[in-house]
C-alpha cells in the first residue's frame, strides 16, 4: 500500500465520518422539530376544547328563553312595525314632497369615485366622440414660452396649467 | 548486547524469578484490557441506546388533531349554526371514599366543614344532604357539570377524597327550549327527538364530526314558544302546541309542545312532558277544515259561484242535527260561511262535492296516514275506513269525526296555500332549490282564490286578532269541543288557528293550538280560539316575520276586490 493510497483511504473514512455525524444531527432536529408539531397540535387540542367551553357558556347564558326573560323586565324591545322598514329607494322617496310650481331647481352634484374613473382617455371630442389626442391637452409639450399666461391663452390650448410662480400679463418686460 | 550479557550472567533460580514476574505482569495487563473492553463495551452500548433513542425509534405516540377534536357525539345546530345540541366536556364532582387507602376517615375535614366548603362553590348544592353522604361513607356523585374554574376551586380544598373525573356530558345551550324536536340522551342513546333519529349519524365516527344543521330557526323557536307561553297561562290552558313550517320546502321552522321539559335533566316530572303534542297527539282540529272544504269544492268544481247563498236554518242528516253556535241569517254565501264559520253552510257545501270526493280529497292531504317528520314519535291520525256516509263527510267538513295531528294541519294548509302542491314536512335544513318532490293536491286557481278568503277571515271575520298590521296574515280559526265519556265535552275546547303570512305571496304556515283554554279576563272570558289562539298569532308574526325575511308593510295586500262586495255589511 502506497502512502497515497493510505491517504486517500484516511480521507475517503473522514469524509463518511463527517456525513455520518451530519445526518445524525439533522435526523436529530427533524425529530424534535417533529415533537414540537405535535406539542403544537396538543396545544392547539387544548385551545378548540377550551373554546368550545367558552363558547357553550356563552350560548347558554344568552339562550333565548333567558333573553326574552331579561327583555320583559328590563328593555321591552318590541317587534318593528311597517312604518320602520324601507324596502327600495322607492319606498324612501315617499316621504319626499313634490317641488311647488315656481320653486328652483335643486342643486344636483355630481360625484365620481377614483375606481370608476377610467384611466384612459381622458377627454373625448364632444363632434366626433372619439378620443382627443394627448399632444393637445398637455400644456407642457406645447411651444409656448414658459412664465407666459398670454402665450398660453393665446395658443388656444383646451387646458391651462399655470405654473408655480408665473406672471401674468407681461408687465415685468 | 548488555542484556545478552545479563542473561548470560545469571543463575537458573533468577530466570525462573524473572519469568514469574513476567507472567505476572502479562496478567495485570490482561486484566487491565478486559476492564477497558468491559467499560468500552458499556460506552459502546450507552452510545448505541442514544443512538437508537435518537434516530430509531419513532415520535412521541402521534394522535391526529382531527382524532382529538372528533366530538363523542355529533353536534346538532339549527339552521344558523347556532349550537343546540353538544358534547361537552365538564368536570363531575365524585366522592370515593377510598382515595385515601389508609384505613383512616376518608376526609383529612370534617364532613360539615367539607359540605360548607363545596356549597361556597356551588350555591345550588343542598348542603344537609351532602353532609350525610360524606358521612355515610358512600361513593357517588356530589355534583355533575363543574366548571374548569370550579374544579380549580375543589381541588384547592386539599381532599383527596373528593374526585373530579372528566365527562363527556351531552349539553343544551338553550336549555328547555326545542326540547320536544331534539329529544335527550340517555345512557349514550338518544330518546324521543332528532337525537332519536339522528342517533346512528351522531354516532358514526366518520360522520359525527360535522354538526348536523335542523331547520329550526333558534330565533323564531324561541319566540314561537315564549309567545305560546305566554297565551298558555293568560288562559290557564292545560297545554299548548304550535308550528312554524315553510310552505315551499317543507321545513318546519320551529315547532314547541307545552309543557316542555327540560333535555338536560329529565327527571320524573320532566318524563311527563316528553310527549309530543304536535306530531304525536291527534285531535279534532274543527273549523279549521273548513278552508280545505271549501278549497275541494272550488277544486272539484262544485263551488263556482262564491256568491251562491245557502241555507243557514239547521241541517237534518240521517238523525243528527247539525247547527251553528249562534244564528246567522237565513242564508249565507262562501265567504260569509268561512268568515262567519258556519256548520251548516260547510254541510251544504261537503253535500254537493259528494263524500267519495271528500274522502279522497282529505286522503291527499294526508289524512289517512302518520304524518311525515324524521322524529319518531308519529301519531295515527283517527280516520274513518271504507265508504264515508253523507253524515261522515260533512262533519268531516267541518273538523269532527276526524282526527288528526296539528302537524298534519300545517302541511295541508301549506299545500292549500303554496299553489296546491302538498309536500312532506321536515326537520332537515334544506338546500335552496332541493325541495321533496311534492304532489299536486289543488289547482293553482283554486290555491290563489283560498288565500283571498284566508285573507278575508282575518280581516272581516273570526280571526281578526290575529291581523298584525303591515304582514297580510289570513287564516281560519277553529274551536273544537273535546270527546269525552258519552259525547262530546261541552266545556273544555281545544282552539286552534291555522294561519298564513303574507297572504299576497305565502311564505308561512303557522299552527297555534291551546287544549283546554279557560275563559279568562285576557280573553275577555271566552274560550274560542278567536280570543286566544287568534290574538298569540297576531302577536307572534311581528316578531318572526322579519327574522324570517318577511318585512311589513302596509301598501301591499292581496287583491280581495272581486269578493268584497259579498260580504259588503260585515266589515
Given at each position: 500500500?502506497?502512502?497515497?493510497?493510505?491517504?486517500?483511504?484516511?480521507?475517503?473514512?473522514?469524509?463518511?465520518?463527517?456525513?455520518?455525524?451530519?445526518?445524525?444531527?439533522?435526523?436529530?432536529?427533524?425529530?424534535?422539530?417533529?415533537?414540537?408539531?405535535?406539542?403544537?397540535?396538543?396545544?392547539?387540542?387544548?385551545?378548540?376544547?377550551?373554546?368550545?367551553?367558552?363558547?357553550?357558556?356563552?350560548?347558554?347564558?344568552?339562550?333565548?328563553?333567558?333573553?326574552?326573560?331579561?327583555?320583559?323586565?328590563?328593555?321591552?324591545?318590541?317587534?318593528?312595525?311597517?312604518?320602520?322598514?324601507?324596502?327600495?329607494?322607492?319606498?324612501?322617496?315617499?316621504?319626499?314632497?313634490?317641488?311647488?310650481?315656481?320653486?328652483?331647481?335643486?342643486?344636483?352634484?355630481?360625484?365620481?369615485?377614483?375606481?370608476?374613473?377610467?384611466?384612459?382617455?381622458?377627454?373625448?371630442?364632444?363632434?366626433?366622440?372619439?378620443?382627443?389626442?394627448?399632444?393637445?391637452?398637455?400644456?407642457?409639450?406645447?411651444?409656448?414660452?414658459?412664465?407666459?399666461?398670454?402665450?398660453?391663452?393665446?395658443?388656444?390650448?383646451?387646458?391651462?396649467?399655470?405654473?408655480?410662480?408665473?406672471?401674468?400679463?407681461?408687465?415685468?418686460? | 548486547?548488555?542484556?545478552?550479557?545479563?542473561?548470560?550472567?545469571?543463575?537458573?533460580?533468577?530466570?525462573?524469578?524473572?519469568?514469574?514476574?513476567?507472567?505476572?505482569?502479562?496478567?495485570?495487563?490482561?486484566?487491565?484490557?478486559?476492564?477497558?473492553?468491559?467499560?468500552?463495551?458499556?460506552?459502546?452500548?450507552?452510545?448505541?441506546?442514544?443512538?437508537?433513542?435518537?434516530?430509531?425509534?419513532?415520535?412521541?405516540?402521534?394522535?391526529?388533531?382531527?382524532?382529538?377534536?372528533?366530538?363523542?357525539?355529533?353536534?346538532?345546530?339549527?339552521?344558523?349554526?347556532?349550537?343546540?345540541?353538544?358534547?361537552?366536556?365538564?368536570?363531575?364532582?365524585?366522592f370515593?371514599p377510598?382515595?385515601?387507602?389508609?384505613?383512616?376517615p376518608p376526609l383529612v375535614q370534617s364532613a360539615a366543614s367539607v359540605a360548607a366548603r363545596l356549597k361556597?362553590?356551588?350555591?345550588?348544592l343542598?348542603e344537609y344532604a351532602v353532609t350525610r353522604q360524606l358521612e355515610a361513607g358512600k361513593?357517588?356523585?356530589l355534583?355533575?357539570?363543574?366548571?374548569?374554574?370550579?374544579?380549580?376551586?375543589?381541588?384547592?380544598l386539599?381532599e383527596?377524597a373528593l374526585?373530579?373525573?372528566?365527562?363527556?356530558?351531552?349539553?343544551?345551550?338553550?336549555?328547555?327550549?326545542?326540547?320536544?324536536?331534539?329529544?335527550?340522551?340517555?345512557?349514550?342513546?338518544?330518546?324521543?327527538?332528532?337525537?332519536?333519529?339522528?342517533?346512528?349519524?351522531?354516532?358514526?365516527?366518520?360522520?359525527?364530526?360535522?354538526?348536523?344543521?335542523?331547520?329550526?330557526?333558534?330565533?323564531?323557536?324561541?319566540?314561537?314558544?315564549?309567545?305560546?307561553?305566554?297565551?298558555?297561562?293568560?288562559?290557564?290552558?292545560?297545554?299548548?302546541?304550535?308550528?312554524?313550517?315553510?310552505?315551499?320546502?317543507?321545513?318546519?321552522?320551529?315547532?314547541?309542545?307545552?309543557?316542555?321539559?327540560?333535555?338536560?335533566?329529565?327527571?320524573?316530572?320532566?318524563?311527563?312532558?316528553?310527549?309530543?303534542?304536535?306530531?304525536?297527539?291527534?285531535?279534532?282540529?274543527?273549523?279549521?277544515?273548513?278552508?280545505?272544504?271549501?278549497?275541494?269544492?272550488?277544486?272539484?268544481?262544485?263551488?263556482?259561484?262564491?256568491?251562491?247563498?245557502?241555507?243557514?236554518?239547521?241541517?237534518?242528516?240521517?238523525?243528527?242535527?247539525?247547527?251553528?253556535?249562534?244564528?246567522?241569517?237565513?242564508?249565507?254565501?262562501?265567504?260569509?260561511?268561512?268568515?262567519?264559520?258556519?256548520?251548516?253552510?260547510?254541510?251544504?257545501?261537503?253535500?254537493?262535492?259528494?263524500?267519495?270526493?271528500?274522502?279522497?280529497?282529505?286522503?291527499?292531504?294526508?289524512?289517512?296516514?302518520?304524518?311525515?317528520?324524521?322524529?319518531?314519535?308519529?301519531?295515527?291520525?283517527?280516520?274513518?275506513?271504507?265508504?264515508?256516509?253523507?253524515?261522515?263527510?260533512?262533519?268531516?267538513?267541518?273538523?269532527?269525526?276526524?282526527?288528526?295531528?296539528?302537524?298534519?294541519?300545517?302541511?295541508?294548509?301549506?299545500?292549500?296555500?303554496?299553489?296546491?302542491?302538498?309536500?312532506?314536512?321536515?326537520?332537515?335544513?334544506?338546500?335552496?332549490?332541493?325541495?321533496?318532490?311534492?304532489?299536486?293536491?289543488?289547482?293553482?286557481?283554486?290555491?290563489?282564490?283560498?288565500?283571498?278568503?284566508?285573507?278575508?277571515?282575518?280581516?272581516?271575520?273570526?280571526?281578526?286578532?290575529?291581523?298584525?298590521?303591515?304582514?297580510?296574515?289570513?287564516?281560519?280559526?277553529?274551536?273544537?269541543?273535546?270527546?269525552?265519556?258519552?259525547?262530546?265535552?261541552?266545556?273544555?275546547?281545544?282552539?286552534?288557528?291555522?294561519?298564513?303570512?303574507?297572504?299576497?305571496?305565502?311564505?308561512?304556515?303557522?299552527?297555534?293550538?291551546?287544549?283546554?283554554?279557560?275563559?279568562?279576563?285576557?280573553?275577555?272570558?271566552?274560550?274560542?280560539?278567536?280570543?286566544?289562539?287568534?290574538?298569540?298569532?297576531?302577536?307572534?308574526?311581528?316578531?318572526?316575520?322579519?327574522?324570517?325575511?318577511?318585512?311589513?308593510?302596509?301598501?301591499?295586500?292581496?287583491?280581495?276586490?272581486?269578493?268584497?262586495?259579498?260580504?259588503?255589511?260585515?266589515?
Amino acid at each position: 500500500m502506497t502512502p497515497h493510497s493510505r491517504i486517500r483511504r484516511v480521507g475517503w473514512i473522514a469524509t463518511l465520518a463527517v456525513c455520518t455525524a451530519l445526518y445524525l444531527l439533522l435526523h436529530l432536529k427533524v425529530n424534535a422539530v417533529r415533537s414540537d408539531v405535535i406539542n403544537a397540535e396538543r396545544e392547539i387540542v387544548a385551545l378548540e376544547q377550551r373554546k368550545l367551553l367558552l363558547e357553550t357558556e356563552f350560548e347558554t347564558r344568552s339562550n333565548q328563553l333567558q333573553l326574552a326573560a331579561w327583555n320583559r323586565v328590563d328593555f321591552g324591545y318590541v317587534a318593528p312595525n311597517a312604518a320602520q322598514f324601507l324596502e327600495n329607494e322607492r319606498t324612501l322617496a315617499r316621504f319626499g314632497t313634490p317641488r311647488p310650481a315656481g320653486a328652483p331647481a335643486p342643486i344636483r352634484v355630481a360625484g365620481n369615485s377614483a375606481e370608476e374613473t377610467p384611466a384612459f382617455p381622458k377627454l373625448v371630442s364632444p363632434l366626433t366622440g372619439k378620443p382627443i389626442d394627448e399632444a393637445l391637452i398637455e400644456p407642457e409639450a406645447r411651444p409656448a414660452r414658459p412664465g407666459s399666461l398670454v402665450a398660453m391663452t393665446a395658443s388656444g390650448g383646451n387646458a391651462v396649467r399655470i405654473p408655480l410662480g408665473a406672471v401674468v400679463g407681461s408687465a415685468s418686460r | 548486547m548488555n542484556a545478552y550479557a545479563i542473561q548470560v550472567a545469571v543463575p537458573a533460580g533468577r530466570v525462573q524469578l524473572v519469568d514469574v514476574r513476567r507472567r505476572a505482569l502479562l496478567l495485570a495487563q490482561l486484566r487491565m484490557l478486559l476492564i477497558g473492553a468491559v467499560f468500552l463495551a458499556l460506552a459502546c452500548a450507552a452510545l448505541l441506546r442514544i443512538t437508537w433513542l435518537g434516530v430509531v425509534q419513532p415520535a412521541p405516540s402521534h394522535r391526529s388533531m382531527a382524532d382529538a377534536l372528533l366530538p363523542p357525539r355529533g353536534e346538532i345546530t339549527d339552521r344558523n349554526g347556532v349550537p343546540l345540541a353538544r358534547a361537552f366536556p365538564a368536570y363531575a364532582l365524585w366522592f370515593n371514599p377510598r382515595a385515601m387507602d389508609d384505613g383512616g376517615p376518608p376526609l383529612v375535614q370534617s364532613a360539615a366543614s367539607v359540605a360548607a366548603r363545596l356549597k361556597a362553590i356551588f350555591p345550588d348544592l343542598d348542603e344537609y344532604a351532602v353532609t350525610r353522604q360524606l358521612e355515610a361513607g358512600k361513593a357517588g356523585y356530589l355534583h355533575r357539570r363543574v366548571l374548569p374554574e370550579d374544579a380549580n376551586r375543589v381541588t384547592a380544598l386539599g381532599e383527596l377524597a373528593l374526585e373530579l373525573p372528566r365527562e363527556t356530558d351531552r349539553h343544551y345551550p338553550q336549555g328547555s327550549m326545542a326540547a320536544h324536536v331534539l329529544g335527550y340522551v340517555e345512557d349514550g342513546e338518544g330518546r324521543v327527538g332528532m337525537e332519536a333519529a339522528l342517533d346512528d349519524q351522531l354516532s358514526d365516527p366518520a360522520r359525527r364530526g360535522a354538526p348536523v344543521a335542523l331547520s329550526i330557526d333558534a330565533r323564531v323557536q324561541g319566540a314561537l314558544e315564549d309567545e305560546l307561553n305566554r297565551g298558555m297561562r293568560s288562559v290557564s290552558a292545560a297545554g299548548a302546541a304550535g308550528i312554524v313550517l315553510d310552505v315551499d320546502s317543507g321545513e318546519v321552522m320551529a315547532l314547541a309542545s307545552l309543557p316542555e321539559f327540560d333535555p338536560n335533566n329529565v327527571d320524573a316530572a320532566g318524563r311527563d312532558f316528553v310527549f309530543n303534542k304536535v306530531t304525536n297527539q291527534v285531535y279534532e282540529l274543527g273549523s279549521t277544515f273548513k278552508p280545505l272544504t271549501v278549497a275541494a269544492a272550488i277544486d272539484a268544481g262544485t263551488v263556482t259561484d262564491l256568491s251562491r247563498r245557502y241555507s243557514a236554518s239547521p241541517f237534518h242528516v240521517a238523525g243528527f242535527t247539525i247547527s251553528d253556535s249562534h244564528g246567522l241569517g237565513a242564508s249565507l254565501n262562501v265567504p260569509e260561511i268561512l268568515i262567519h264559520s258556519s256548520n251548516i253552510g260547510t254541510a251544504h257545501i261537503v253535500d254537493g262535492l259528494g263524500a267519495a270526493r271528500m274522502k279522497r280529497v282529505m286522503g291527499d292531504l294526508g289524512f289517512n296516514e302518520r304524518p311525515y317528520i324524521e322524529l319518531p314519535a308519529r301519531g295515527f291520525p283517527i280516520w274513518a275506513s271504507g265508504d264515508w256516509p253523507r253524515l261522515r263527510a260533512m262533519t268531516v267538513g267541518y273538523g269532527h269525526g276526524i282526527a288528526v295531528t296539528p302537524l298534519h294541519l300545517a302541511t295541508a294548509y301549506a299545500a292549500m296555500v303554496n299553489g296546491g302542491i302538498w309536500r312532506p314536512a321536515t326537520l332537515q335544513r334544506v338546500t335552496p332549490g332541493q325541495a321533496n318532490r311534492g304532489r299536486r293536491v289543488f289547482k293553482a286557481s283554486t290555491s290563489a282564490r283560498m288565500n283571498q278568503l284566508l285573507r278575508m277571515i282575518a280581516l272581516y271575520g273570526t280571526g281578526r286578532n290575529a291581523n298584525a298590521p303591515g304582514f297580510r296574515v289570513g287564516g281560519k280559526t277553529g274551536s273544537a269541543e273535546k270527546p269525552g265519556s258519552g259525547g262530546y265535552n261541552k266545556t273544555s275546547l281545544v282552539s286552534t288557528f291555522a294561519a298564513a303570512f303574507p297572504m299576497d305571496r305565502p311564505r308561512y304556515v303557522i299552527i297555534v293550538m291551546f287544549d283546554e283554554p279557560k275563559g279568562t279576563l285576557a280573553s275577555s272570558f271566552q274560550r274560542t280560539a278567536a280570543w286566544n289562539a287568534a290574538p298569540t298569532v297576531g302577536r307572534l308574526v311581528p316578531r318572526i316575520g322579519p327574522l324570517l325575511g318577511v318585512f311589513p308593510d302596509d301598501t301591499r295586500d292581496i287583491d280581495i276586490t272581486d269578493l268584497k262586495p259579498l260580504v259588503g255589511d260585515s266589515e
